[in-house]
């Protein structure tokens, strides 16, 4: 069992930047790619950045490239997203997922393919 926490989401303006950080517990860390999703409301959960267990390799959604930055810590078992010129559209529940079904040293994390989640944080940006 893994157990995953978010926090630093906020309410932020247009422009701004903000952090997001998850802290997991349990298993060894290093042992699973993780993600961070995205669930806008009305909307389905979508992926938008990961990074393998080594942090050697990220891959990011294309509406977040350029502007948002995963890493991880594997020392302190944190996963962050660095969130930069956020937009409105950007506003959401950005969650943390740990997943080992990934193939070895992939980031590329698929929702049904996520082993475990966290309860979520909430980013809004306000115009």
């Known amino acids: 069992q893994v157990h995953l926490v978010e926090s630093g989401g906020g309410l932020v303006q247009a422009g701004d930047s903000l952090r997001v950080s998850c802290v997991a517990s349990?298993?060894?860390?290093?042992?699973?790619?993780m993600g961070w999703f995205r669930q806008a409301p009305g909307k389905e959960r979508e992926f938008a950045a990961g990074?393998?267990?080594?942090?050697?390799?990220?891959y990011y959604a294309d509406s977040v490239k350029g502007r948002f930055t995963i890493s991880r810590d594997n020392a302190k078992n944190t996963v962050y997203l660095q969130m930069n010129s956020l937009k409105p559209e950007d506003t959401a529940v950005y969650y943390c997922?740990?997943?080992?079904?990934?193939?070895?040293?992939?980031?590329?994390?698929?929702?049904?393919?996520?082993?475990?989640w966290g309860k979520g944080t909430l980013v809004t940006v306000s115009s």
């Open positions: 349990g298993r060894t860390f290093s042992d699973y790619a």
């Open positions: 990074i393998s267990g080594s942090g050697g390799t990220i």
């Open positions: 997922a740990a997943s080992n079904n990934v193939a070895t040293n992939s980031a590329r994390l698929d929702i049904s393919g996520v082993n475990y």
